[in-house]
């Protein structure tokens, strides 16, 4: 998705004007809307489908990605506390995301720090870092660390000494440039479309938009698409061959159509198909 549709006026500026009501800047309706659609999260704007918590399928890759990064079997992080501290803490996609950006600069600089946490350790404070960087103090979002505290189950004493050592291991480099967060997204609504059409067993028309715009998928599906073509046209000359074959088998009198218009027509569909397999196999 392109940045400059979400950040962008229509005259291709940004303004302050307004920017305390986020939900009226531009782009950011097709945003949540892309966000409610990929990542699971309904359309229903009311209760359940709201954006102030994580979705399930987004809670299930949050689980499977934080077990991995923090292999420590203390504390080991489960669907259950992710679901009741994102409810609590009113943990937004967006934070979900930023954290996310955390932890992969987390896997790369300072690997040691995630061999030393818990998962569910490294969840909460995450979460927590990404939702104070993007909500500043005087938001409607904002939580303060003893709403936190009490979300994850975690003293405010405990949940400080946490705060200060994941600061200190991301070195206070919080910054991140959006086109990491559309990464992240894409990589995102990637995984939750593959998970649940195999959880299905079938795909909806939007997760098949979704694995298209990935070039694994593209480079497969194009692949497939080769190998099917080439299928077809050496069945379809064999078709052709064994006809030739029947009709020359028949008594002269009763064809239709001359010899040398047969073995025109065959070579014609001859040269059809070796033209075509020489295309397919060039692409």
């Not at 940045?3 to 782009?27: H, I, K, V």
């Not at 203390?74 to 979900?96: D, F, G, N, T, W």
Request: charged fraction near 20%.
């Amino acid at each position: 998705m392109d940045l400059a549709g979400l950040l962008l006026d229509e005259e291709g500026t940004f303004s302050l004007t307004g920017f305390q009501d986020f939900t009226f800047l531009p782009g950011h309706q097709k945003l949540s809307a892309r966000i409610r659609r990929r990542l699971y999260y309904g359309w229903d704007w009311e209760a359940d489908c709201s954006l102030e918590e994580l979705s399930s399928p987004v809670a299930d890759i949050a689980v499977e990605l934080l077990q991995k990064a923090a292999p420590s079997p203390i504390r080991r992080l489960q669907k259950k506390y992710v679901a009741h501290v994102s409810r609590e803490a009113c943990i937004s996609p967006c934070a979900m995301m930023l954290a996310l950006v955390y932890i992969e600069r987390l896997r790369h600089r300072n690997p040691d720090y995630l061999q030393h946490v818990s998962s569910s350790d490294l969840f909460l404070i995450s979460m927590m870092v990404a939702s104070k960087y993007l909500y500043d103090e005087g938001e409607e979002e904002e939580v303060f660390n003893d709403e936190w505290g009490a979300a994850g189950g975690v003293a405010v004493p405990t949940l400080n000494a946490l705060e200060r050592g994941f600061l200190n291991a991301m070195d206070w480099r919080l910054y991140t440039d959006p086109r990491e967060i559309f990464e992240v997204l894409s990589w995102l609504e990637s995984c939750v479309a593959e998970q649940q059409g195999r959880r299905r067993g079938w795909y909806t028309y939007t997760d098949l938009c979704v694995l298209l715009e990935q070039p694994a998928w593209q480079l497969a599906l194009g692949s497939l698409c080769q190998q099917l073509a080439k299928h077809i046209l050496v069945l379809t000359s064999l078709l052709c061959a064994s006809h030739l074959l029947l009709l020359r088998s028949l008594p002269p009198g009763r064809l239709s159509y001359s010899p040398a218009q047969l073995l025109a027509s065959s070579l014609f569909s001859c040269g059809m198909s070796t033209a075509l397999q020489t295309w397919m196999g060039s692409r």
